[in-house]
């Protein structure tokens, strides 16, 4: 190994080879972040400006927010510039980082949607007590265990892979820097850390899984036990957008492990992977706006307030 020239740049092959498609996807994926931006940065103002917003739910909501801008920020710019340039680089730090964001971030969203479960159990099948158990010491410590548990459980694998020397090819068959086909590039032996790896993933996400799982079992068999229709109705139309983002997330990344016959793993996996960065991140503001009447009626009231705010200074 000693004779071998160590790798500092790798290159990115990207999602395609056409230059014709190469211009829709940009056009789509730019769209597409554009609004993921906009929806999620609307949650964020809405939910700190608006009086009425100020619970667990909407406070557990802004950190999904701000997780959902980061994860697709770590991501989507570079693969923009990458396919508006036509260079293909990334540089060895970059790749780390980019890498270490992408998980960190993508975990954190995981023990997010947990504990906002477990926030609508609270308030469901304890609504006498909720005010009691969220109070605003607990949430403020859910939501920091949620932001150290991402980091904690990405470090630990993070620091032997970054050691790890790359003296071979240095072409990475994907849009980013994903672990999977960096590890693949990489001069010692990795086997341990890919058991790592899969250990931390599993730990993440049918941890966290386990949780939204059991919440929601529990608030369906308490919201039938209600008697009224309507006060069914009324109760499960404020679980129904989280449920809603719930499904979205873990079954795009359940599905990143699924290969179907016929079909190339690397390039499904590609595809999968660019619809986990860009579909949840864009529908977690569309759930919600589309399935909570408090939020819309917020927005609105926003919306009015700035409108007249506008008309004032003309």
């Known amino acids: 190994m000693a004779n071998r020239t160590i790798i500092r740049e790798f290159i990115l092959l990207g999602l395609t080879d056409n230059h014709q498609f190469d211009v829709i996807l940009f056009l789509l994926m730019f769209g597409i972040y554009l609004l993921t931006l906009i929806g999620n940065i609307l949650i964020i103002i ?7 917003l100020y619970s667990p739910m909407y406070f557990f909501l ?27 680089n990334i540089s060895l730090v970059g790749c780390f980082i980019q890498i ?7 975990t954190t969203e995981f023990l997010l949607l947990a504990v906002m479960s477990v926030d609508r159990y609270v308030a469901i099948c304890n609504p006498l007590r909720y005010s009691t158990i969220m109070n605003r010491q607990i949430c403020s410590l859910l939501v920091f265990s949620c932001w150290a548990g991402g980091l904690s459980l990405i470090l630990v694998p993070s620091i032997p892979l970054f050691q790890m020397p790359f003296c071979g090819p240095n072409i990475i068959n994907h849009f980013f820097c994903d672990s999977g086909p960096l590890l693949k ?60 983002v719930v499904s979205i997330a873990y079954s795009s990344c359940i ?16 595809i999968v992977a660019l619809l986990n960065i860009l579909v ?17 009626d917020a927005l609105r009231a926003e919306l009015r307030q700035w409108i007249g705010f506008g008309k004032k200074l003309r």
């Open 46 to 52: 809405i939910t700190l400006l608006n009086a009425q």
């Open 255 to 270: 599905f990143m492990y699924i290969n179907p016959k016929g079909t190339n793993e690397l390039e499904f996996n590609k």
């Open 185 to 244: 590039l990489a001069c010692v032996d990795t086997r341990l850390l890919e058991l790592i790896g899969f250990l931390t993933a599993t730990l993440s996400l049918l941890g966290t899984l386990s949780v939204n799982i059991v919440s929601y079992v529990k608030i369906i068999s308490t919201i039938l036990r209600i008697p009224l229709t309507t006060g069914r109705k009324k109760t499960f139309s404020t679980c129904a957008s989280h449920m809603t």
């Open 100 to 106: 270490f964001l992408y998980f960190v971030l993508g």
């Open 62 to 88: 802004r950190h999904m927010a701000w997780a959902e801008i980061g994860y697709t920020c770590t991501i989507i710019p570079k693969a923009l510039a990458n396919i508006a340039t036509g260079s293909k």
């Open 280 to 296: 949840p991140p864009f529908l977690l503001p569309i759930a919600y706006c589309l399935r909570n009447r408090q939020l819309q």
